[in-house]
Nanobody, 125 residues
């Protein structure tokens, strides 16, 4: 079992920045991936960014935060960060950390076995 705990959410004005943290109790396996997803009511979770513990290549794909969000990890602390810049009202969502990737589909929410409780990010003036 892997416990994930997110922190750092809150209220920020449009154009502002916010950093999220995800602390993992342990790694599911050495080369596991940790991803950030976000969700708004009535919509499916969408991937924001992902990174593997043993890779230096973060994955953003076509995520809405590409170019504005940065994912990073601290292997010694089992922590994954999401730094968000130039935030927009449409970035408002609950942000979830996930781990325990069961396949190579790193952007697919259902492929992750473990999830945190989520942290609310609200972008509003």
């Amino acid at each position: 079992q892997v416990q994930l705990e997110e922190s750092g959410g809150g209220l920020v004005q449009p154009g502002g920045s916010l950093g999220l943290s995800c602390v993992a109790s342990r790694r599911a396996f050495d080369d596991d991936a940790v991803a950030w997803f976000r969700q708004v009511p009535g919509k499916e979770r969408e991937v924001v960014a992902a990174i593997r513990w043993r890779s230096n290549s973060p994955f953003y794909g076509d995520s809405p935060g590409r170019g504005r969000f940065t994912i990073a990890r601290d292997n010694a602390k089992n922590v994954v960060y999401l730094q968000m810049y130039r935030l927009k009202p449409e970035d408002t969502a609950v942000y979830y950390c996930s781990a325990g990737l069961q396949s190579e589909r790193i952007t697919t929410a259902m492929e992750y076995q473990y999830w945190g409780q989520g942290t609310q990010v609200t972008v509003s003036s």
